[in-house]
């Protein structure tokens, strides 16, 4: 199961940190990932990082802004998120994979999922 919490209103320029929280499965082996869905719009790949933390995997559009990171010890999955943008504003959900350091950006690619939490960032 995987829980995501922290999102919320923000304005442009600032800063958010998204939460995710694994539970019942060895999510400590799996890959994770941060997708978004705007309203209207596609779930969108955000970023990745494998089991390890050694590897990660940003979308263009989130890179440079957007920080991915796990403490594999508590279950838990970050994403830092600075100098957010209006564009950003979306439902954002972790997503586990089993797979391994491949940089998987299509959501179907993804076994679990969590509930989402809605980030909106006015102007």
């Known amino acids: 199961q995987l829980q995501a919490s922290g999102g919320g209103l923000v304005q442009a320029g600032d800063s958010l940190r998204l939460s995710c929280a694994a539970s019942?499965?060895?999510?400590?082996?799996?890959?994770m990932g941060w997708f978004r869905q705007a309203p209207g719009k596609e779930r969108e790949f955000v970023v990745r990082?494998?089991?390890?933390?050694?590897?990660?995997y940003y979308s263009d559009s989130v890179k440079g802004r957007f920080t991915i990171s796990r403490d594999t010890r508590k279950n838990m999955v970050y994403l830092q998120m600075n100098s957010l943008k209006p564009e950003d504003t979306a439902v954002y959900y972790c997503?586990?994979?089993?797979?391994?350091?491949?940089?998987?950006?299509?959501?179907?690619?993804?076994?679990?999922w969590g509930q989402g939490t809605l980030v909106t960032v006015s102007s």
């Open positions: 997503a586990a994979d089993a797979g391994g350091n491949v940089p998987r950006t299509g959501y179907n690619e993804y076994q679990y």
């Open positions: 019942g499965r060895a999510f400590s082996s799996y890959a």
């Open positions: 990082i494998t089991w390890s933390g050694g590897y990660t």
